[in-house]
């Protein structure tokens, strides 16, 4: 799968990035939750679901994506943004960061990851955020595979420990025409800068 992803980058003068075919089969995949007793992705069960193929390549959905790019590498304290458009306001919109993050010290007590990045979106001209990997089952003990909506001032758990970032959100959030704000920032590199890759499916490519 992930050798017809990329040819099917290469066909849109796209050489995608490692990181980006990740991005797209985690974000695309079949969330097999109701098969599973209730238990969404991510899960230990599933991971980030069953890839699909169909999905990940269909022509009749939006998508957006940036594949890394050394002149959007983001040190401590760097953000980059891109303000874009919902497609389909009755379809899901998915959102996954991810990087290759530098080779760890082999060291007793070493981090988890060398460098953190965040991922957040935010509803423009709403209050409405949605931070990367805070989903329901783990903010308010709601498992549904979807993403947790804070308001602008309230605080977010801070994921430290994955290369990889999403965001799920579920059909009927956003109005027609509706604009998101996709941000990642740099937290803590130690080893930069970072480069990344963003996919976002049901997100139109231009602004």
């Known amino acids: 799968m992930a050798a017809l992803l990329r040819k099917w980058f290469l066909a849109r003068e796209i050489d995608p990035a490692p990181s980006l075919i990740k991005a797209v089969i985690a974000a695309t995949a079949t969330d097999l939750g109701a098969a ?3 238990d969404y992705r991510p899960s230990y069960k599933q991971g ?3 890839a699909n193929l169909e999905r990940a390549t269909d022509p009749a959905v939006a998508r957006f994506y940036v594949n890394e790019n050394g002149l959007l590498a983001v ?3 760097v ?3 891109w303000t874009r458009t919902i497609d389909n306001p009755g379809k899901d919109t998915y959102l996954v960061l991810a ?3 530098p080779a760890s010290e082999i060291t007793a007590g070493h981090p988890l990851v060398v460098n953190d990045l965040s991922f957040r979106v935010d509803l423009v001209g709403g209050n409405r955020v949605w931070w990367g990997n805070n989903f ?3 903010v308010v003990g709601i498992d549904d595979g979807y993403s947790h909506a804070y308001t602008s001032t309230q605080a977010a758990l801070s994921d430290m ?3 990889v970032e999403a965001i799920f959100i579920p059909a009927g959030t956003f109005p027609a025409g509706s604009k998101i704000k996709i941000r990642v920032k740099g937290v803590g590199v130690p080893k930069g800068p970072q480069k990344f890759s963003v996919y976002g499916y049901n997100v139109k490519l231009g602004s």
């Open 36 to 38: 599973l007793g209730g």
């Open 48 to 50: 980030w679901g069953r």
């Open 75 to 77: 040190t401590a304290g």
């Open 79 to 81: 953000e980059r943004t």
């Open 99 to 101: 990087w290759s993050d």
């Open 136 to 138: 329901r089952e783990n």
């Open 161 to 163: 420990i994955n290369n």
